[in-house]
């Protein structure tokens, strides 16, 4: 067999020497995979993970023969190639399906991108990714009849790791969080109990709160220093904030985060968090006495009821009476005193009606002017205290008439003086 081996092969050189073809006999793709770019990652974090696949293998045996060429193909060309990567037991989720990366000659290389999500809690370390390479490659070439070659091509499949590494970071988990006297309008406090869910030792750490993106809860203090974050360490932080007037009655977002140093000193800060702060509607009063009815040229005291009509506790009330013609008030205030959310008080006004005023309805605003739970000082929306001015009837109408009595003064001035004149006149 050694020497049947020997002469074909002595044949085949004699053949390509011949014909001078150049025939590769020997040779496979050898595939290699490196992180190009960046290597390092957060945890928490979306990336895209470049990956360069490189082909180092080589065509060990040429001859020259009459074989037909494939043309460009060489034994060391990988065909057809499929990257499909694999998280192993990295803390990483792979978001990118098996991709087609086409064929890669020997000597070349290309860039493969793949999206991961590193998880939140990943501990800080380096991790290999595994990388599945299927393709296929030239084997061997057959000669069929002189003139004519079959080309016999097999699949290779190879597992590369790819090592990234995740960085050791604080990462903020909310344990707890309390509000205080949160309402649309006015300002409350935020507690939060944060724990270091991460796997660093943060050194020097703030604690932050953030306004997010147009959400109507604005940070009025927004930093608390904890010192040295330990993992699995928990903090407590009050935080004041306020609230625009534009907000409902409604769970709005808030950001978390932590400024640290890490263990090169530098200043870092975490991944944000959002936490949901509930926030109450605006505290707000009805009027809900009836209308109040009054005589024209009248000057009464009226009884106004009011409500909070809000979620919140007030405090030192007071309700305002706004008299406009033809009103005038002689007491325009009145103390309502403390009110919790669904009570009721009574306020006492001195109004007058112009002897001027049209019989009909009229509207006049009314406001409260409260303290809130921060002992801030607060106006509520205008509200309406109707008013029925009507007129009057019988001897009333006859008795509040300006024309009507000055008819009967006339008439009375005429009588005393007629009769006075009669009188003076007889006796004479």
């Known amino acids: 067999m050694r020497r049947v081996f020997i002469t074909a092969l002595l044949l085949l050189l004699l053949v390509s020497l011949a014909n001078g073809a150049t025939t590769y006999l020997y040779g496979e793709p050898d595939l290699e995979a490196t992180v190009a770019g960046t290597v390092e990652f957060s945890p928490g974090s979306d990336a895209e993970i470049m990956i360069s696949i490189r082909n180092s293998g080589l065509n060990e045996v040429k001859l020259e023969t009459a074989l037909p060429s ?33 064929e890669i000659a020997g000597g070349q ?14 501990p800080g370390g380096t ?6 390479l299927s393709y296929t490659y030239l084997h061997d070439t057959e000669q069929a009849d002189p003139g004519t070659a079959i ?45 270091n869910s991460g796997h660093l030792e943060g050194r020097s750490s703030v604690l932050l709160i ?32 306020n609230i ?28 944000t968090i959002i936490v949901g702060v509930p926030v109450g509607g605006k505290i707000r009063f009805d009027v809900i006495s009836p209308m109040v009815s009054m005589h024209i040229g009248s000057a009464e005291e009226i009884l106004v009821e009011y409500e909070n009509a809000g979620k919140t506790d007030v405090y030192s009330a007071q309700a305002r009476l706004i008299a406009s013609d033809p009103f ?20 006492r006004f001195s109004i007058s009606a112009d002897k001027s005023a049209t019989v009909k309805e009229y509207g006049l605003d009314t406001e409260v002017r ?20 009507v007129g009057r009837t019988g001897i009333e109408q006859v008795l509040y008439s300006p024309v009507i009595m000055s008819i009967i003064g006339a008439v009375v001035v005429l009588i005393i003086y007629y009769t006075f004149f009669h009188r003076k006149k007889k006796r004479s």
């Open 328 to 347: 005038t008030c002689s007491e325009d205030t009145a103390y309502l005193g403390d009110l919790g959310p669904g009570e009721h008080a009574v306020a």
């Open 370 to 389: 409260y303290r809130d739970a921060l002992d801030n000082s607060r106006i509520s929306d205008p509200m309406v205290v109707k008013v029925e001015v």
């Open 127 to 132: 991790y290999p990714l595994l990388l599945q």
């Open 151 to 195: 080309y016999h091509y097999r699949t290779g499949n190879t597992t590369l790791e790819v090592p990234i590494k995740i960085r050791a970071e604080v990462y903020p988990e909310i344990i707890e969080s309390i509000t205080e006297h949160l309402s649309a309008g006015g300002e409350g406090y935020v507690n939060l109990k944060v724990a």
């Open 109 to 122: 290389s290309l860039t493969v991108p793949f999206s991961v999500r590193i998880a939140s809690d990943a």
């Open 70 to 102: 494939p043309g460009n193909e060489l034994p060391n060309t990988a065909r057809m190639v499929t990257a499909a990567l694999d998280a192993g037991g990295a803390p990483v989720t792979v978001k990118t399906d098996p991709q087609m990366v086409g």
């Open 244 to 271: 625009l007037e534009t907000a409902e009655e409604n769970s709005y977002p808030l950001d978390v985060a932590v400024e640290y140093l890490d263990d090169q000193g530098d200043t870092v800060r975490s991944e």
């Open 210 to 241: 953030l306004r997010n993106d147009e959400s109507p809860v604005i940070p009025v203090d927004s930093s608390v220093y904890i010192g040295d974050f330990a993992p699995g360490e928990e903090v407590e932080a009050r935080y004041k904030v």
